[in-house]
């Protein structure tokens, strides 16, 4: 059976909402894999949310694995250290491989782990991430992709898994799937659009905004059915990571990603009406 090993700092219901997806879609047998551990890297007491997420860990049986990163860099003489690979940041990296000793997954999914990985656990793990843009499209969070979308006047976007690196959102893609934010509905709002400057909407507006808001809809609809597909295909040996971090298909031939949209669609369909 493929192994997963499921990283989450817990932090609300968007990360339970990922876990209870795949842990179902795995029950229901949906998905040839097994969840082997969940690490998260609060421990219980810190937040109710995560006291939450943790028991939703043991009620679904699945070995947990705790290491709270706030204790770990209480006291540390460099604990004011906020770079992403400060030191405390790559020995707190090192522990959590020590907890994880034993267990040997075939993939890992960053699932709500609201901390940048280091280099020596990306080499350990093959680690996937979501990201809310296609491959070649805005960093950053979902808000800041929206605005770029919109600022340079977009056709398309997607969602993407990408492999995980030390640099945030640089990591290749992994698997994709995209969508137009032209036709239907979209083009009033891109009209409407044509009478204000982004900044003043932004002001004015914000994320109330109906182009950002159905941008943001048609994303967020695409990126649980993308993580499963995603699963199910390295479940399934469509696609795999080699030992010097590249993706292949199963032929083994390097693939630029794993195009998912025609999956994907036919999951969303209906429901974005």
């Given at each position: 059976?493929?192994?997963?090993?499921?990283?989450?700092?817990?932090?609300?219901?968007?990360?339970?909402?990922?876990?209870?997806?795949?842990?179902?879609?795995?029950?229901?047998?949906?998905?040839?894999?097994?969840?082997?551990?969940?690490?998260?890297?609060?421990?219980?007491?810190?937040?109710?949310?995560?006291?939450?997420?943790?028991?939703?860990?043991?009620?679904?049986?699945?070995?947990?694995?705790?290491?709270?990163?706030?204790?770990?860099?209480?006291?540390?003489?460099?604990?004011?250290?906020?770079?992403?690979?400060?030191?405390?940041?790559?020995?707190?990296?090192?522990?959590?491989?020590?907890?994880?000793?034993?267990?040997?997954?075939?993939?890992?999914?960053?699932?709500?782990?609201?901390?940048?990985?280091?280099?020596?656990?990306?080499?350990?793990?093959?680690?996937?991430?979501?990201?809310?843009?296609?491959?070649?499209?805005?960093?950053?969070?979902?808000?800041?992709?929206?605005?770029?979308?919109?600022?340079?006047?977009?056709?398309?976007?997607?969602?993407?898994?990408?492999l995980v690196t030390p640099e945030l959102d640089e990591?290749?893609?992994?698997?994709?799937?995209?969508?137009?934010?032209?036709g239907g509905p979209f083009d009033d709002f891109w009209?409407?659009?044509?009478?204000?400057?982004?900044?003043?909407?932004?002001?004015?507006?914000?994320?109330?905004?109906?182009?950002?808001?159905?941008?943001?809809?048609?994303?967020?609809?695409?990126?649980?059915?993308?993580?499963?597909?995603?699963?199910?295909?390295?479940?399934?040996?469509?696609?795999?990571?080699?030992?010097?971090?590249?993706?292949?298909?199963?032929?083994?031939?390097?693939?630029?990603?794993?195009?998912?949209?025609?999956?994907?669609?036919?999951?969303?369909?209906?429901?974005?009406?």
């Amino acid at each position: 059976m493929y192994k997963l090993g499921w990283f989450s700092t817990g932090r609300g219901e968007g990360s339970r909402g990922l876990l209870r997806a795949i842990h179902d879609a795995i029950s229901s047998g949906e998905i040839n894999a097994g969840i082997e551990f969940v690490f998260c890297s609060r421990e219980r007491g810190e937040t109710d949310a995560t006291d939450i997420f943790l028991d939703m860990v043991n009620d679904y049986h699945l070995p947990l694995v705790s290491l709270s990163y706030r204790k770990f860099k209480s006291g540390r003489h460099d604990a004011d250290d906020e770079g992403n690979l400060s030191p405390w940041r790559i020995d707190y990296d090192r522990e959590v491989m020590k907890h994880l000793r034993g267990f040997r997954p075939d993939l890992c999914v960053l699932a709500g782990y609201m901390l940048i990985v280091g280099p020596e656990m990306c080499r350990d793990y093959d680690m996937i991430n979501l990201h809310p843009a296609a491959p070649g499209g805005p960093k950053g969070t979902f808000q800041q992709v929206i605005w770029q979308l919109i600022e340079n006047e977009a056709e398309r976007t997607g969602v993407m898994m990408h492999l995980v690196t030390p640099e945030l959102d640089e990591g290749p893609p992994v698997s994709y799937c995209t969508f137009p934010i032209r036709g239907g509905p979209f083009d009033d709002f891109w009209r409407d659009m044509d009478k204000h400057s982004v900044e003043e909407v932004k002001k004015t507006r914000g994320q109330q905004n109906e182009l950002f808001r159905a941008i943001r809809k048609h994303g967020y609809a695409r990126e649980l059915p993308l993580i499963i597909e995603t699963i199910r295909a390295f479940s399934e040996a469509k696609i795999r990571v080699t030992p010097d971090k590249k993706l292949v298909n199963a032929d083994g031939n390097p693939i630029k990603g794993y195009d998912l949209t025609a999956e994907v669609d036919r999951i969303v369909k209906g429901a974005l009406l």
